[in-house]
T-cell receptor, first 109, second 113 residues
Framework: GQQVMQIPQYQHVQEGEDFTTYCNSS?????IQWYKQRPGGHPVFLIQ???SGEVKKQKRLTFQFGEAKKNSSLHITATQTTDVGTYFC?????????WGAGTKLIIKP | SQTIHQWPATLVQPVGSPLSLECTVE??????LYWYRQAAGRGLQLLFY??????ISSEVPQNLSASRPQDRQFILSSKKLLLSDSGFYLC????????????FGQGTRLTVV
């Protein structure tokens, strides 16, 4: 079946360092969505990418959708404590969203 | 504006007991509704989705069931809970199936003991 692999599972960074998470699909996706889940909370929608090669920015966050629409990435520049949480990608397969396992961003004390 | 309500927030149930989790959406009509489960530190597993009243699609065979008795009401049930049913249950809705953002409820943390 369709799968979306997301890596890494965890990323420990010092505050101020950058963070990147990657998603790869076994099949072409119609779109890809990104969500953030704070500890103990529920996923909150960040953005949706639809076009091949699309790049979108939200302040320090940069989202990319690959040319083949099979991979995507989220890059956070100069992480802050408010960025802590788990970031999920979710790609639209045949008729449903297929979720990655998430990347947990941990700020080192 | 649209809101989604899910309750209870936490639940501790003994093995073999029944389960009923309720989710309601306000401010929209004919939403697509979803039930997800999230094991501790893991991703989201889609359990059920519904495109309309009485229409339920199951993604994972298990001892859980779902019902949609009204347009904006989605219920997750079990006749007999298992230890493996413990987890964080999330209800969500979207306008289009997979093409628009999903809005999640606050979640129910279920512990089966």
């Amino acid at each position: 079946g369709q799968q979306v692999m997301q890596i890494p599972q965890y990323q420990h960074v010092q505050e101020g360092e950058d963070f990147t998470t990657y998603c790869n699909s076994s099949t072409t996706l119609s779109n890809i969505q990104w969500y953030k889940q704070r500890p103990g909370g529920h996923p909150v929608f960040l953005i949706q990418l639809v076009k091949s090669g699309e790049v979108k920015k939200q302040k320090r966050l940069t989202f990319q959708f690959g040319e083949a629409k099979k991979n995507s990435s989220l890059h956070i520049t100069a992480t802050q404590t408010t960025d802590v949480g788990t970031y999920f990608c979710a790609g639209r397969g045949n008729y449903q969203l297929i979720w990655g396992a998430g990347t947990k961003l941990i700020i080192k004390p | 504006s649209q809101t989604i309500h899910q309750w209870p927030a936490t639940l501790v149930q003994p093995v073999g007991s029944p389960l009923s989790l309720e989710c309601t959406v306000e401010g929209t009509s004919n939403p697509n509704l979803y039930w997800y489960r999230q094991a501790a530190g893991r991703g989201l597993q889609l359990l059920f989705y519904s495109v309309g009243i009485g229409q339920i699609s199951s993604e994972v065979p298990q001892n859980l069931s779902a019902s949609r008795p009204q347009d904006r009401q989605f219920i997750l049930s079990s006749k007999k809970l298992l230890l493996s049913d413990s987890g964080f249950y999330l209800c969500a809705w979207s306008v289009l199936l997979g093409d628009t953002e999903a809005f999640f409820g606050q979640g129910t943390r279920l512990t089966v003991v």
